[in-house]
């Protein structure tokens, strides 16, 4: 068995969702925001990997959010190695492909974890990744299973198979967002996990499975990368060569495609926060069920979610179940259950 | 029957409620603003009493709001003949006395109207003036009764009597604020009206009232009108001698106590705007039943009312029967039927 190499964090920080509307915007997106705690969910992710076991973080992010970046990091005495400034977004295999060139492409584990992600269990997360270095040392590209508790048609789903070693199996089949009756056959058969968008795999075989399934994408970030500008930790790829490349999601490029794919199912407590339902249902509640953040009255309110910025008050009389978001000069109404229809309100103001 | 002299309006804008807030606050209140229409509370008061039959109207306000009042008259083109400035409230009877005063306590018939009461049948209003006139020019006092249609507590009842003249009757007694059970008795007897607070009189005849039946609030609103500052159109009654007055409303401190008081049944469309439910039952609502005013966006949202004032946008997906009012640092959000609740939030607020 070879040394062990720290794994090196690769934190993708490229998410400039709208499902946080309003709180959540194009200048300061979900992974920025203290949305579950009083850190940053950049934060909390980049403090999750600190360690003997882990090397400094490589971050990939938007160039607009590179200050923001190392002021949250500094704040919480992350030292990162590298902060590569996406030219443009090109998806995730892409921006993976640049953190592994950045990390050397030698044969340390990187482990790429999306930087708006809650997870609440790090021990099990911990274990997990311990879990399944032997096998990503040996060249498997390993994906972490979360055990699903709704038939989520947004998520991508895994079929779990053989067992390769002691909490790893060999993934069976990936079914990308399912419709509902497809999400609830997978969610009764109990041998299905979502796919929860963390990976280990070392930065070789990374690239080597780019280099076979999607060659187009190696290329233009090893062109990037050569011509990029460097100004210390920060790394700007060449924005010509990198625009070269295909636009493409890690699952469809590369995960989909090889051989060599394993999954550690893991129950730590993992949300992605995609919605305000989603925040309501991790965030811990008062004696009504009710969450609240900021300058806030309620009065006769039950199981609300209520978000105040700074200078404005929200109050509430005899409501239940209702989510009021109040940032910038936008205030978000609506009842919970609803919070995908954010996306209705997005459109509605486009016109 | 005596020469007919033109009717004086008294108009009282001393409220500063706060039953719709966060709209109406202390430095604007109700009736300085456009509620129901472009036209503020006091605007459509001022201009429901111009023609041949009214004098130029007198206007009781605090002195806070003196210019506001003036700007707003001046932009309807409603000329005052004075506009008195308490120096502190005493509740309406006395404020009445300084306007009767003011009007030169003679024979003249003064129309006393709340500044923050709609009436969308200013026909019928005017209809019921002109029924009432031959009984204020003998001397009688003269209240107007509304039609009630909800066994309301707030509001004052009075059991009408016997009639007097066509359209006219005695006053049987008054009934204040009564419990509910009493409120739905009145509702379901048919000889019962609200007391909508309007009221017309011979000015010599209330200060004569006011003589026998509260002698110290006539005395102190003397006073303090012979010692008043003056500067155009605008009064200030002395401070010292007006704080000398007690504090009471017209009702308790003489409609109730005086023998010859009459009351006016009339269906004018008359509403106190008292509450925000109150606001939403008189306002035009679309084909969802919403009425929403400013930068509102509303998806699937059903028999809500919803304010945003300027520069604040309101997103509502999928909700019913909701209030959402967004004014300066505040978002009030209730379901329709409980805005009486919002005293709660003030008293929350105050602790």
Redo the contacts between chains.
Sequence with gaps: MPEVKPIIPVILSGGSGTRLW?LSIPEQPKQLLPLTAEETMLQLTARRTMGERFARPIVVANAFHADQIEEQLAAVEVETQALILEPTGRNTAPAIALAAIAAGGGNAPILVMPSDHVIADVDAFRTAIHAALPLVQEGWLVTFGIAPDAPETGYGWIKVGEALAEGVHRVDRFVEKPPRDKAEEMLASGDHAWNGGIFLFRADMYLGALSVFAPAMLVAAQRAMEKARREGKRIWPDAGEFAQSPSDSIDYAVMEKAPRVAVVPVAMGWSDVGSWDALHAISECDAHGNVSRGDV?M??AENCLVR?EA?????????QD?I?V?AG???????RG?SQ??R??IE??KR
């Design positions: 309003p009255i009065i006769d105040s200078g404005k008050r929200i109050a509430l009389v005899g409501v209702l009021v109040a000069d936008d205030i978000l109404v609506l009842p609803r229809d954010i209705k309100i509605a103001m």
